[in-house]
T-cell receptor, first 109, second 113 residues
Framework: AQRVTQPEKLLSVFKGAPVELKCNYS??????LFWYVQYSRQRLQLLLR??SRESIKGFTADLNKGETSFHLKKPFAQEEDSAMYYC???????????FGTGTRLLVSP | DADVTQTPRNRITKTGKRIMLECSQT?????MYWYRQDPGLGLQLIYY???????NKGEISDGYSVSRQAQAKFSLSLESAIPNQTALYFC????????????FGPGTRLTVL
């Protein structure tokens, strides 16, 4: 069965501090992993996906198949990064996403 | 800009009432989805549709039904609403490509008293 685990419900850091939001998954095949972000009173939007290997708003995430992880990282957090972050998995060739329970990131000045 | 819209944005209703939530999209996508979001549970898939003639149950379809009236419209119905269906409901769409991501609507906040 596909499962996505985000162990932290809340992560609170100060501005300028490094951030790592954890995501672990279980899936027997080759997954596609995504990070979605939801800012206050806004809709869910894609932040980044592992196949793109890109950096968006200073965030990066590397797929580690050995550890079945896809942690989201940013070296210097900004107040505007405060939001709800969801890790999601999709099995290759199929459109259904499985979401984790989300981590609320709070960046204080 | 092509978009995903949901109506209503907020709804308060009473137990036992029938409720319909509507989703429309101008993205030209074939695939549409309904999710509910609850605090601490993340997003759970209720139903999804890969084209007008294709409807599939998701993880938590009990108590819900859907209708795909056209490529651009996908409605979610609660035939007899109950309080534990109080949640934020999101519609999403995607293309057919293997790399296509999902685009979400703004959400409908439903409260069942």
């Amino acid at each position: 069965a596909q499962r996505v685990t985000q162990p932290e419900k809340l992560l609170s850091v100060f501005k300028g501090a490094p951030v790592e939001l954890k995501c672990n998954y279980s899936y027997s095949g080759s997954p596609e992993l995504f990070w979605y972000v939801q800012y206050s009173r806004q809709r869910l939007q894609l932040l980044l996906r592992h196949i793109s290997r890109e950096s968006i708003k200073g965030f990066t995430a590397d797929l580690n198949k050995g550890e079945t992880s896809f942690h989201l990282k940013k070296p210097f957090a900004q107040e505007e990064d405060s939001a709800m972050y969801y890790c999601a998995l999709r099995n290759t060739g199929f459109q259904k996403l499985v979401f984790g329970t989300g981590t609320r990131l709070l960046v204080s000045p | 800009d092509a978009d995903v819209t949901q109506t209503p944005r907020n709804r308060i209703t009473k137990t036992g009432k029938r409720i319909m939530l509507e989703c429309s999209q101008t993205k030209g996508h074939d695939r549409m989805y309904w999710y509910r979001q609850d605090p601490g549970l993340g997003l759970q898939l209720i139903y999804y549709s890969f084209d007008v003639k294709d409807i599939n149950k998701g993880e938590i379809s009990d108590g819900y039904s859907v209708s795909r009236q056209a490529q651009a419209k996908f409605s979610l119905s609660l035939e007899s609403a109950i309080p534990n269906q109080t949640a934020l409901y999101f519609c999403a769409t995607s293309g057919q490509g293997a790399g296509d991501t999902q685009y979400f609507g703004p959400g409908t906040r439903l409260t069942v008293l």
